[in-house]
């Protein structure tokens, strides 16, 4: 294979073939990180190579971009217990279906992973407190299925991206931190509940009341439901990174941005 100019993948297929042998298994790690630089896990035969591969280079960043129900496997356990580098996790965040992984960071906890970025779906207490315990300086993209708590993750990321769905009934509000300023998407609303929309971002807004931006998934309103809207906001104090006239406009994705300044 080494005459045949072979790559670090074509190492880790071979090694597939013959999983015990440690030989194939260093000279894997070997062409992964002078080739590649880092371990791509996006299907489980992925998974699976990069475990054999990981014990022989435990510090190569890991880079997952696969679904979550992928990763609820023995090798992925493997892989926590070896791996002492960055990683980042790339699970779905903007489909239709929520896709929780609490589970699979909680088994980061006590790890000597870094999660330097993370997109995904979050469910519980216990899924923010382990991702607070392994970020790190991370990009942090979460999905909320309910309003949860994210104070913990304050001073562990260098930006946070926050995907609720429209909060239609009364809840407490559950401020973002506020340094650096984060953004927020709001999902799963329908034409002519701008008043959930509103306490959506209400509930989530910083102790400051600033966000970087806010944005909504859909833009089924009416010019008077964004008149409303943005007054409505603007009059609670809510303010986003822009400047000039508090305004809303259509993105390059079709999503509404709603950009609230000093001046209305």
Do not use: N
């Not at 984060?182 to 034409?191: E, H, S, Y």
């Not at 006239?245 to 999503?255: E, F, K, N, Q, V």
């Amino acid at each position: 294979m080494h005459e045949a100019g072979a790559s670090a993948q074509d190492w880790r297929e071979a090694l597939m073939c013959r999983p015990h042998e440690a030989r194939l298994a260093i000279t894997a790690a070997q062409a992964t990180r002078a080739e590649d630089r880092k371990f791509m896990i996006t299907c489980g035969r992925d998974l699976e190579a990069v475990a054999l591969v990981l014990p022989h280079a435990w510090d190569v960043m890991v880079e997952v971009q696969a679904s979550p129900e992928v990763l609820r496997t023995p090798a992925w356990q493997q892989i926590t217990q070896h791996h002492g580098g960055d990683l980042e996790l790339r699970l779905p965040v903007l489909v239709s279906e929520f896709l929780p992984c609490d589970d699979l960071l909680q088994q980061l906890v006590g790890s000597r992973c870094r999660v330097t970025l993370f997109h995904g779906g979050i469910r519980t207490a216990a899924g923010v407190a382990a991702l607070a315990a392994v970020a790190a300086s991370a990009g942090l993209d979460i999905r909320l299925e309910t309003p949860l708590d994210l104070s913990a993750l304050r001073g562990k990321y260098y930006y946070l991206d926050v995907y609720p769905l429209v909060t239609d009934t009364a809840v407490s509000a559950v401020p973002l931190p506020d340094t650096p300023p984060p953004r927020l998407t709001v999902l799963g609303w329908t034409a002519g509940c701008w008043e959930a929309v509103a306490q959506t971002v209400q509930a989530y807004a910083p102790s400051s009341k600033r966000y970087e931006a806010i944005k909504l998934s859909r833009r089924e309103l009416s010019p008077d439901e964004v008149r409303r809207l943005l007054a409505l906001l603007h009059e609670a104090g809510i303010r986003t990174s822009d400047a000039g006239a508090t305004r809303s406009d259509i993105d390059g994705l079709g999503w509404r941005r709603l950009r609230i300044c000093d001046d209305l």
